[in-house]
């Protein structure tokens, strides 16, 4: 094998094995960074072991014995306190390790599922309800800081502080490591549920990852979403975000042109949509509508579902929309869902009607947080350019352009904004 398949098969098991791995190894060493620590050291073992010896069966498994194996010479070593080392001799881990396995028997060893505790475990009520989805998306996401910093708008610095005092607190107060019983979950589904649809929005959106790593992220939060609807079954809002990111993900290759550009939801190709994610989406939705409630998923699903079964773009029911938005608003008031809301009035109800919603929003609080919202500001330009507006939409699109990190979406503003010049 040479060198760069080597290389290739070890990126291509972090990138989607990555959550899975860390994971297991939280679960075995009680410690979140000692997890990080001897992971990274674990691919550093793989990256010159694999091309020479050739990638094993299950490389995850194979990552997840490596990455033990050096949590247990650092302990015996000294490396870490001995009360955290007399844990790990307890467990099975140190069990194994003590009866001198050779390393011909990496492969042999269990991938235990670990990721459904691990997002419990960040979701525990003793921690900021902002901790908890933070350290959630670096651990089990497998995103960067950098990312989760970007996801929640905060300097990367601010983020990285917050991470640590969320592990810290994990491990001083003893946090246990499960799937809490039935009584417990409703002071922290909320949470659960809010990291899954967080998981899968990094995915979805435009990043610095590359199209392969976003796939992961998506593939992820629909395997959770699922895994915890079938384990809450009377949760409504569970069998909503199952349906949501289902309907927003059957879209996927849609999305784009073949230059990459983005194309509008309503002119996109429905030939390219993923129908069977469709049926799959409605049914969670109507599973979620026979439980008692209606929350903020459950709406957005509808919303989603909306557009999914318009049979054309111009078939899209933007009255229909603009009032499940409208529910959506008092549900979860906020400027993000305002300008949505405003976009589909505009469609349902002349663009008039959107801008007036958008307007009370300049002397909002929040206002300072707005002005760097992209996505206001490309709502506003389009909302202009259909009120006849040209010069004021002009200037909304050079700052929506200004705002936007993606290439392909940067493109496509510039494209509006060049015919609205022509």
């Known amino acids: 094998m040479t060198t760069d398949s080597g290389r290739a098969a070890l990126e291509q098991t972090v990138r989607e094995e990555a959550g899975l791995v860390l994971a297991a190894l939280v679960a075995s060493c009680g410690d979140f960074d000692l997890a990080e620590e001897v992971f990274q050291e674990a691919t550093l073992i793989a990256l010159e072991r694999w091309p020479r010896e050739g990638v094993p069966d ?5 990552l997840i014995t490596a990455a033990r194996r050096r949590a247990i ?3 015996r070593h000294g490396s870490m306190r001995a009360g955290k080392s007399a844990a790990l001799r307890e467990s099975e881990l140190a069990q ?8 011909a028997d990496l492969e042999e ?6 990721r459904l505790r691990l997002i419990f475990t960040c979701c525990h009520p ?3 309800p902002e901790a908890r989805v933070a350290l959630t998306l670096r651990t089990l996401g497998g995103l960067s800081t950098a990312a989760v910093a970007r996801a929640f708008l905060v300097p990367e610095p601010t983020m990285a502080k917050r991470l640590e005092r969320a592990k810290h607190k994990i491990r001083d107060a003893q946090i ?5 019983p039935p009584e417990e979950w409703e002071v922290r589904l909320a949470s659960v549920l809010a990291v899954i649809y967080l998981i899968f929005n990094e995915g979805y959106s435009a990043t610095g990852a590359s199209a392969q790593e976003r796939a992961a992220l998506c593939a992820e939060a629909i395997r959770l979403a699922r ?4 384990l809450a079954p009377g949760a409504g809002e569970a069998h909503a975000l199952c349906a949501l990111v289902l309907l927003h993900h059957a879209r996927r290759e849609a999305r784009t042109g073949a230059d990459g550009v983005p194309v509008p939801l309503d002119e996109q190709e429905r030939a390219r949509w993923r129908h069977g994610e469709i049926r799959d989406g409605i049914a969670s939705l109507e599973r979620a509508a026979r439980c008692a409630g209606r929350g903020p998923y459950q709406v957005q699903a509808a919303i989603a579902a909306a557009h999914a079964t318009a049979p054309t773009g111009s078939a899209t029911p933007w009255r229909l929309i603009a009032a499940l938005y409208a529910e959506l608003e008092a549900l979860l008031p906020s400027p993000v869902v305002r300008v949505n809301r405003a976009v589909a009035e505009g469609r349902a109800s002349g663009a008039l009607a959107g801008l007036a919603l958008l307007a009370p929003l300049e002397s909002d609080p929040r206002a300072p947080q707005l002005a760097s919202y992209q996505p206001y500001h490309a709502a506003r330009a389009d909302l202009l350019v259909r009120a006849g507006r040209s010069s004021e939409a002009r200037e909304a699109y050079v700052r929506a352009i200004a705002l936007t990190r993606d290439e392909a979406e ?13």
Do not use: H, M, N, T
């Open 176 to 180: 246990p490591y499960r799937v809490p």
């Open 96 to 103: 194994r390790a003590a009866r001198g396995e050779q390393d």
């Open 126 to 128: 003793a921690l900021a």
């Open 109 to 114: 060893a269990p991938v235990p599922d670990e």
């Open 227 to 230: 895994i915890v609807a079938a």
């Open 410 to 422: 940067r493109r496509f503003l510039e494209q509006r904004c060049a015919e609205l010049s022509s």
């Open 73 to 75: 010479d650092r302990l």
């Open 58 to 62: 299950r490389p995850a498994a194979w």
